[in-house]
């Protein structure tokens, strides 16, 4: 099941990432709307009140009007003040002692929605961006449960992922360069040295990520976010590395290129 499920979602993230424009803003807007039924349910339990179904719709609100605003009018200010008041529409909505974890469920969301769009949009290296990003994230997971598989020895965060090593870890930052370097020798990029040390802090963070979730599934007492995917679990068990790296190539690329050029800020050195 797991085969099969990656078998349609691999080739679906790659090719609405190369078409762009709506179908791949569509594409991250659902899996994002999923994210955030997850986290509700999550963080709600097997409470279904109408208070987290409500926190639920305002939040998607927040999402759907991020993703209309950030795409099309180019206002990402509004967008984010957006998913602002979707998070305190959902706060309010939410039991008192619920309020804060829903409030960071409509963020978290909404700045991987904002986040694969900003770099998407950029028309000159949107795409490449966006396949460094799955290249990086991929071999991270992939590299580091085989390796961690094959060699184990010291645990990496033992008390919130027992299965996880500092193996896998080392492992998973290893391919990862390898296949960034992949990408970037492939798009022709003038200078790849920097990809390297962009692939390595990307890798590191999407490891943390992952981290970052188990300890949320942990505190709540859950084995997966949720059960949308066959053999895989939730949306959130498959995207929470890659929500880190987003944020981060994100973070760099505004940085580097502000809100015109994010993806040749993260890639041209």
């Known amino acids: 099941m797991r085969v099969a499920a990656a078998l349609v979602l691999v080739p679906a993230a ?27 349910t999550l963080v709600g339990g097997r409470d279904t009140r109408l208070g987290f179904w409500l926190s639920f719709i305002a939040g998607l609100l927040g999402l759907i009007a991020a993703l209309l605003l950030g795409l099309y009018l180019e206002r990402v200010g509004v967008a984010i003040l957006l998913i602002g008041l979707g998070g305190l529409g959902a706060a309010i909505f939410a039991p008192a002692e619920r309020r804060g974890w829903m409030f960071a469920g409509v963020l978290y969301a909404g700045a991987l929605l904002l986040g694969t769009l900003l770099l998407r949009a950029d028309p000159m290296l949107g795409f490449v961006a966006m396949l460094l990003l799955f290249a990086v994230v991929w071999a991270t997971d992939i590299a580091g449960y085989f390796v961690g ?11 919130i992922s027992p299965g996880k090593t500092w193996s896998g870890a080392i492992g998973g930052v290893v391919f990862a360069v390898a296949a960034a370097l992949g990408v970037a020798v492939l798009a022709r990029l003038p200078s790849v040295a920097p990809v390297v040390v962009i692939a390595v802090a990307l890798s590191v963070v999407a490891q943390a990520g992952d981290l970052m979730e188990s300890g949320i599934k942990r505190r709540f007492h859950a084995k997966d976010a949720g059960t949308l995917i066959p053999g895989h679990g939730g949306v959130m068990d498959r995207l929470d590395g890659f929500w880190a790296a987003v944020l981060l ?18 890639l041209l050195w």
Do not use: H, N, S
């Open 14 to 40: 790659l090719l609405t990432a190369y078409l762009g424009g709506w179908i791949y803003a569509l594409f991250w807007t659902v899996a994002c709307a999923a994210i955030l039924y997850e986290w509700t």
């Open 149 to 159: 598989r094959a060699i184990g020895g010291p645990k990496l965060a033992p008390r």
């Open 249 to 266: 190539a994100v973070c760099i690329g505004l940085m580097r290129g502000g809100l015109d050029d994010p993806a040749q800020g993260l």
